[in-house]
């Protein structure tokens, strides 16, 4: 394969990357996950710019995206990407903190595919981790010019 | 959580249906699935109007949506939700037995929120509705009701 992740993962919360990718373990999924720490970097990992300017093409089968991050915030991010041709049909999934009635309203008007609110319980947040990575990168099919998923429902334990 | 909400299972294949619900039962969702068998009730229930007419306003927290229906097909289902402004944040979800890569495509051109291939196996497939069932109806947080 070319080494391009399918779950491209923008969190700025050091630990939260850290426990999301052991709670994708138990898909094999962990290996499958490149991290941006903010929004300017998770624009040029999807622009091609910058350090990423050498990668391969090819987006991910979906965008785990975090509303609150230095630089470039999350709804920003998605605006730009909505407005993008070559990367406007990317599945995102907002995931944050906030519970804000207004930031869910603005990630739907932009065309968020799906809207998580992170739980604060460790177990619950594994478990929707879990759950988030099962349907977006096993179980969904993503969109022309995304990299493929796997279907293998089966996971390893 | 907030109250639960209707999922639309949009499907003409009543075996298709009775598996879903099935499928479903597990997270408890059996109970809130109204069932459409073709794509002209999908739209009266989502514009309220013919037999819905008196439906208590207010979106579903997701549409399950066949694609091969009969009188009105899923894909003008979707271009019909997608584009009226007071429902066009519904999440939706194509689930078709199609693996034609026009369908995917056009799909999401359309604006779906995701789409999944029913596998033809059994058991894969209530492994696909349990993960369906999970994601879209006890995880994502779905736009407030009357968008």
């Given at each position: 394969m070319n ?5 491209l ?9 850290e426990?999301t ?6 898909f094999n999924?962990?290996?499958?996950v490149q ?19 050498e990668?391969?093409?090819?987006n991910?089968a ?12 999350g709804l920003?991010v998605?605006k730009?990407i ?8 990317i599945p995102v999934?907002i995931?944050?903190s906030s519970k804000?009635?207004?930031d ?11 809207y ?12 929707a981790i879990r759950e988030v990575?099962n349907?977006?990168?096993?179980v969904n099919?993503p969109?022309p010019?995304c990299?493929?998923?796997s279907?293998?429902?089966t996971?390893d334990? | ?5 209707t ?5 003409d ?5 009775e598996?879903t619900?099935?499928?479903?039962k597990?997270y408890g969702?059996?109970?809130r699935v109204e ?7 999908a739209l009266?229930f989502?514009?309220r109007r ?7 306003p207010?979106?579903p ?6 694609l091969?229906?009969?009188?009105v097909?899923?894909l003008e ?11 066009s ?5 194509v689930m078709t037995?199609?693996t034609e890569?026009s369908?995917?495509e056009?799909s999401?051109?359309?604006?779906t929120?995701?789409?999944v291939?029913?596998?033809i196996g059994?058991s894969e497939f ?5 993960s ?10 779905p736009?407030?009701?009357e968008?």
């Open positions: 080494g391009l992740k399918r779950i993962l923008a969190e700025d919360d050091i630990a939260g990357v426990l990718l052991s709670a994708l373990k138990s999924l962990a290996n499958d991290v941006v720490n903010d929004g300017e970097e998770c624009l040029d990992y999807l622009f091609r710019r910058g350090q990423y300017s990668f391969p093409e090819g991910p979906v965008l785990l995206l975090d509303l609150k991050m230095p630089k470039v915030d920003e998605l730009e909505r407005k993008t041709a070559s990367l406007k049909l999934v995931m944050t804000e009635e207004s869910r309203v603005a990630s739907y008007e932009l065309g968020t595919n799906g998580v609110v992170k739980p604060i319980d460790v177990g619950a947040f594994v478990n990575g349907f977006w990168a096993i099919d969109p010019g990299l493929p998923n279907h293998d429902l996971g334990s | 959580m907030a109250q639960p909400r999922v639309l299972l949009a499907e294949d009543p075996h298709g249906v598996l619900l099935a499928a479903l597990p969702l059996d109970q069932v459409v068998e073709d794509g002209e009730k009266e989502m514009h013919g037999r819905y007419a008196d439906r208590a207010g979106n927290a997701v549409i399950l949506l066949d091969k229906m009969p009188k097909d899923g289902v979707l271009r019909d939700v997608k584009t009226h402004p007071e429902m944040s519904t999440p939706i979800v037995s199609s890569p369908d995917l056009e999401y051109r359309l604006g929120n995701a789409f291939v029913k596998p059994v209530v492994k696909t509705l349990a369906i069932g999970s994601f879209w109806s006890q995880l994502n947080e736009p407030p009701k968008t």
